[in-house]
């Protein structure tokens, strides 16, 4: 009997690709070449389900566009802003993502651009590679302490959780703002802001965690850095798309924010310029869930997705 199509957008960890090979008659992206939504859309002809990533945008015209072989679209990802949901719901294509196997090491990235971006983790190892270190000095690279400071958390999530969990390791008294309050079981002591002003004028240092899309589009933007303690440390691990990078730069130029640790980016990988300019931002290329036990993780829950659907039972990752 042959074997159903599968479309991997990427290169994936080696064993997935060996599960996907194994199960499937699975065309595989050897070159890892970035796609386009008309590359997906002529890879996907005949094909029975697409494993696609972060990177791929599948907007309305693509989905819509989809041939009608397509019964499932499972994401490496547990972010799902990339693909438009309404137009996969629309089609009746179920669209599967990988909640929790990446909490640990997205949250673990959160708190290295914190501790990074305060420490000047950057700056020094560029001094130290460019063979510009002319010894110990008393004030040299002289950082934000943030053991005993106050985190705001935007997004109590599991991975907010989960840094909120890391950063209690450091003495951080933990703030958050989510959508709702959690249970006390869940908030371990962190405090909950019902509104943006007291939220804010606590976060000695921002960790942004909240999902892209609409909802927190531009979410930090002039008026809400105006709400930080001057100085404030800000990081992202979430979406580029929550930032006002115009806002974000002209911060860091003016001492509002004295550090900030980026690992994601609007219109990633053209990020904006102003970035690079600034010695005291930290960037990094969306690392977040990178380490080899998640990549794998987050690969076979795409696949028990991908195999839920289509043996006609409820994958436990659905989103729509
Ligand atoms: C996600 O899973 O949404 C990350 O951003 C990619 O690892």
Redesign the pocket.
Known sequence: MSKPVLLVTRRLPENVEARASRDYDARLNLADTPTTPAGILAASVGADAILC??SDRLDAATVSALPASVRVIS??????DHIDLAAAKARGIPVC??PDV?TEA?AELSMLLILAAARRAGEGERIVRADAWTGWAPTQLMGRQVSGKRLGIFGMGRIGQALARMARGFNMQVNYRNRSRLSPELEQGAVYHDNDASFLAVCDVLALNAPGGAATMKWLNAERIAMLPKGAVVTNA??GTLVDDEALIAALRSGQVSFAGLD?FAGEPAIHPGYRELENAVLLP?L???TIETRDA?GHLALDGVDAVLAGRLPGNLVV
């Open positions: 990533c972060t994401t490496f990802s547990v972010g799902t993502n990988t990446l997205t979430a979406r994601v969306h977040g869930s990178a987050m």
